[in-house]
């Protein structure tokens, strides 16, 4: 096969963290790439030679293969040319936890006279059976000769590049085999085992996924949670339990608990499904509760370990929803803020990342802080909500002169720092899912005192 015959014309649907790395990774493996945005300041930014979100290795690839891409506002020339048209728009939950399908919905109706196609193909995260009401609507416009697959994606924010290219595994979910080879040929050099199924199960595949992966979590926080009312270290617990391999150590660090764009709306909308089929799931249901209560929970220790919150300055470090992202999208720091605002406490904060232009509190005038010291100063405790590695190369000695107390509480919700460190540095060190660590001077006060 020549290189010119594996390269083929796609159109993508949607110029955000999936769409976006999507088109530029398939930009990569050498086809020709349409991105299609309905935000005009998204494609006037990409036209521009700009990046309008944070993933690292984004911008090199985009600017490496631009002679393969182009952007438009413009469904009907997106595919004019387009052999297949990519669905990767965004699912946000509706009041009831259902995914909001309307922008899929917009997409396949701009479609309707692309009979040209080969296939149409969603990557965005949809429910159970979206593909079999999608295929009857191609079919009653006229296009039951276009193919139709699923190919769900797995690729975390932060890693998205890597993860595209270098997959455990690529699923397809398609009616033929045909449709599935269609498929599969536009991954050529990547080198992944193919799960190839049909169309519901591949849906299914990225739900059930997902939820694990937040049951993993939610678990870990719960024997987090026990760990600290019985003196075990969750530290050493969860190291020992993930070197027995058929756990494994993945996605049992406890904290604060998930946030993002995809665990907490798919769990949401695979609860939704289960209870709209009238089985309620109710593992997942408490999964969601543990995973809701964490910010909630840590708050409260703060509050007990401080007496009140009121009138007191805490400082958040730390706001997106994990590390090398922007995204503060459920960002557990998000609730923390507004917990403890809720409790008459002021609030600080600082991110090296979390997007400039969000203006919704705390992240706003008031509260943001430029650098960790900043946000410090005048605090009489702080908070670890985002393990930033700028946190654990910072002089946590000095900061703490910046600081009100003698042994300010310095609330570690991501297990990110050395605890020997930060008592030796004066702080008092609350870690999830271990004991409450004093400095030295404290507990020798102590001693004295008893
Ligand atoms: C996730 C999935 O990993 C990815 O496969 C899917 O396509 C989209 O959803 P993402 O949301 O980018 O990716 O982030 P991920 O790195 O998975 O972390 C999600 C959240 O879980 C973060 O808030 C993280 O802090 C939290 N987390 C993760 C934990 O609290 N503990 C862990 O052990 C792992």
């Known amino acids: 096969m020549s290189s010119s015959s594996r390269s083929h014309r796609l159109a993508i649907f949607g110029a955000g963290y ?14 020709h790439v349409t991105v299609r945005d309905i935000q005009p300041e998204r494609i006037r930014q990409l036209c521009a030679g700009d990046v309008p979100i944070y ?11 631009k002679e393969r891409l182009t952007y438009t506002l413009d469904a009907d020339e ?3 040319t387009a052999e297949v048209a990519y669905i990767c728009v965004d699912t946000p939950p509706t009041a009831s936890g259902d995914a909001d399908l309307s922008r899929v ?20 995260t949809v429910p159970v059976g979206t593909g079999a009401r999608i295929r009857q609507a191609l079919d009653a416009a006229g296009l039951a000769h276009v193919a139709y697959a699923s190919n769900p994606e797995f690729t975390a924010e932060g890693r998205a590049i890597e993860d595209f290219m270098h997959p455990d595994r690529i699923v397809i979910g398609a009616e033929d085999d045909a449709t ?25 595949v990225k739900m059930a996924a997902n939820a ?10 719960e024997i987090a949670a026990l760990c600290e009312a019985t003196g075990a270290d969750i530290l050493r617990v969860t190291r ?39 089985h309620p799931f109710q593992l997942l249901t408490a999964v969601i509760e543990v995973n809701e209560l964490q910010p909630r929970r ?36 998000t609730i923390i803020a507004s917990r403890l605002l809720a409790e008459g406490a002021n609030v600080t904060c600082w991110d090296p990342m979390a997007r400039p232009h969000t203006n919704q509190p705390p992240w706003n005038q008031t509260h943001r802080r430029p650098t960790i010291g900043d946000a410090l100063t005048g605090a009489d405790a702080a908070i670890i909500a985002t393990e930033w590695p700028d946190l654990i190369h910072t002089d946590w000695a000095a900061h703490r002169r910046l600081m009100n107390g003698a042994s300010p509480v310095l609330y570690d919700g991501r297990n990110h720092l050395d605890s020997a460190v930060i008592t030796a540095a004066g702080y008092t060190y609350l870690a999830t899912g271990r004991s409450t660590e004093r400095p030295a001077s404290d507990r020798t006060a102590q001693t004295i005192t008893l």
């Open 18 to 31: 999936i769409g976006l790395v999507a088109g530029a990774c398939f930009a990569e493996l050498g086809h």
């Open 55 to 65: 993933e690292p290795g984004l911008g090199d690839m985009l600017a490496r293969n």
């Open 78 to 80: 997106a595919v004019a």
């Open 105 to 124: 919905w917009s997409v396949i109706d701009s479609l309707t006279h692309a009979a040209h196609l080969k296939a149409v193909v969603v990557k965005s």
């Open 180 to 204: 599935v080879r269609l498929v599969h040929a536009l991954h050529h050099g990547i080198c992944a085992p193919l799960e190839a199924m049909d169309v519901a199960s591949a849906e299914m």
């Open 212 to 221: 694990l992966l937040a049951t993993k979590i939610s678990f870990t926080n």
């Open 240 to 278: 020992a339990i993930g070197q027995d391999h058929r756990l494994g150590p993945h996605f049992m660090n406890a904290g604060l608990g998930y946030g993002g764009s995809c665990f907490p709306k798919d769990s949401r909308a695979l609860r939704a499904i289960a209870s709209n089929t009238g």
């Open 298 to 333: 840590a708050v409260q220790r703060l509050k007990t370990e401080l007496g009140h919150l009121h009138n007191q300055t805490i400082a958040i470090l730390g706001m997106t929803f994990k590390p090398g992202t922007d995204d503060m999208r459920e960002a557990p720091a």
